[in-house]
């Protein structure tokens, strides 16, 4: 009867993406009590590394399906892969099958992967049909939609839903939610300038809405936004959405001290 019921329950693969793993770990935390209360086993398999996106990006396509070969040999065994970044997500969802089309053979298991891959809150909703989370939040929060969830994978409603069930929590919407932070990956690095002046308008948009918390799902968006609101001196803080709806909320914001180690949660 136990066997039975644990093959009932979805068998996830959590990515935990490279930004995750090594400054905010509590958002994989996060990530795996979400998923194991709405009913899923989880495993996090300890092959996975980077899911390619920078070097895609870059144009070395080389490397980059040679990554996502990696990736798909990790996780191909799963019933769902689901990532808490919509930037990673959608590079395993929307660019896997193009990237390795003419291969005869990584082509149709790329295309399997794209078909079960999933970002975490869309999963939830999407997917799995969660309506309601069971954690309490003080105070206002402020949504970023990121770039790559937003139009790559239609994450907008989604998040919004869930964190209106969260206890004590009001939602304000910031001015010009959906356009971009400026992190964008490598194009923070190669137009550092142009990335300025685009954080500038959001973190200014941010301080509009009069939230003291603003939240989105990828964690690159997060970092970007939370360095310039403390170099200006803004009083509110940084979180990855999941660590709200998880009311896993003790551990210090992103960007504060004590708040990107990988002993921030059990």
Not at 27 to 43: N, P
Not at 46 to 69: E, L, M, V
Not at 155 to 184: H, K, S
Request: aromatic letters at 6%; hydrophobic letters at 40%; glycine letters at 10%.
């Amino acid at each position: 009867m136990t066997d039975n019921a644990s093959r009932e329950k979805p068998h996830i693969g959590l990515f935990a993406t490279c930004l995750v793993d090594l400054f905010r770990p509590g958002v994989g935390f996060a990530a795996i009590k979400l998923l194991e209360d709405a009913g899923c086993t989880v495993s996090v398999p300890q092959s996975q590394t980077c899911c390619g996106q920078p070097a895609y990006n870059s144009g070395d396509r080389g490397n980059a399906a040679a990554i996502a070969k990696s990736v798909i040999a990790g996780f191909e065994a799963y019933d769902y892969v689901v990532v808490p970044s919509g930037s990673c997500g959608s590079t395993i969802k929307k660019h896997y099958p193009g990237l390795l089309l003419d291969d005869r053979e990584w082509g149709p298991r790329a295309k399997a992967l794209s078909a079960k891959t999933h970002e975490l809150i869309s999963f939830l909703t999407d997917i799995l049909k969660v309506e309601t989370v069971s954690a309490t939040f003080a105070g206002a929060v402020t949504y970023h939609d990121s770039c790559s969830g937003l139009r790559e994978l239609s994450i907008a409603a989604q998040p919004r839903a869930l964190l209106e069930t969260v206890d004590g929590l009001t939602i304000r919407e910031m001015p010009d939610a959906d356009v971009c932070c400026g992190f964008g990956g490598t194009f923070c690095v190669k137009y550092p300038d142009v990335s300025n002046a685009i954080v500038e308008k959001k973190t200014e948009a941010i301080a509009a809405s009069g939230a003291e918390t603003v939240l989105a799902g990828d964690l690159g968006c997060l970092m970007n936004m939370a360095g310039k609101l403390q170099r200006q001196g803004k009083a509110v803080k940084a979180r990855h959405v999941a660590e709200v709806l998880a009311g896993m909320t003790d551990m210090p914001a992103i960007g504060e001290p004590g708040g990107d180690s990988a002993g921030e949660s059990e």
